[in-house]
């Protein structure tokens, strides 16, 4: 990081890495939940309907960060 608390560029990197892993993880997850179903969430029980929810609210916040990071940057080139 540098003097003022800001990551450097090697640093934004690595956490736009992350986020972009993090993304991938849980939409693989999804993936998983769905592929039990034959792809229908209408199939899903409740409970199950509930986690691939919380798994989508998941991924569209990692989706969030990942933009956010990704604009920083393109903001420094």
């Known amino acids: ?15 736009y890495e992350q986020a972009v892993l993090e993304y991938e993880r849980l939409s693989k997850e999804i993936v998983k939940v769905l592929s039990s179903k034959d792809g229908h969430a209408d199939k899903l029980t409740d409970e199950e309907y509930a986690h691939y929810r919380e798994l989508a609210d998941l991924r569209d916040l990692a989706y969030n960060k990942m933009k956010i990071l990704e604009r920083g940057l393109f903001d420094e080139v």
């Open 1 to 15: 990081m540098g003097r003022d608390d800001t990551p450097g560029p090697a640093a934004k990197v690595h956490l």
